[in-house]
């Protein structure tokens, strides 16, 4: 199923959240995105009936297989174009990452390989030093 910009957001967020938390509730998504709780509830209403997210009575709310899938996919694309930009494009990482947000969306999967494989070339010819 189509969604927006705005449900990837929220699908991502809930990844992280969970990632971070444990569980996850509308407050704490709420509070995250600086969103009000009956805005990320209608969200999460839209969620739900697109099969991405599944919500328990009492408030915690889960990403099914699908939202898991897509969640991952739109982090997956947003960590690759944050490091292509500071890696790179040498671009302060939180100029990176705001534009990596408004651009994971919209990317086409063509440009996101040819992205990653120039990534990949990029650091074969530029190795991080060791870690002490």
């Known amino acids: 199923m189509k969604i927006q910009e705005s ?3 929220y ?3 809930i990844l992280s959240l969970e990632r971070k938390n444990g569980i996850v ?3 704490d998504i709420a509070n ?3 969103f009000s709780k ?4 209608r969200a999460m209403s839209i969620l739900k009936k697109a099969g991405y997210i599944e919500q328990e009575a009492y408030g915690n709310i889960r990403l099914t297989d699908s939202g898991r899938c897509r969640a991952q996919a739109v982090y997956d694309r947003h960590v690759l174009l944050t490091r292509f930009f500071v890696e790179t494009l ?3 990482p939180e100029i990176a990452e705001q534009d990596a947000c408004r651009i994971e969306h919209v990317i086409s999967p063509q440009t996101i390989e040819c992205i990653r494989l120039k990534l ?3 650091e074969r010819e530029h190795p991080l ?3 002490p």
């Open 11 to 13: 699908l991502e967020t």
């Open 90 to 92: 040498s671009l302060d």
């Open 25 to 27: 509730r509308s407050i």
């Open 120 to 122: 990949e070339a990029f």
């Open 38 to 41: 009956p805005s990320v509830s």
């Open 32 to 34: 995250e995105l600086g």
């Open 7 to 9: 449900g990837e957001n």
């Open 129 to 131: 030093p060791p870690q």
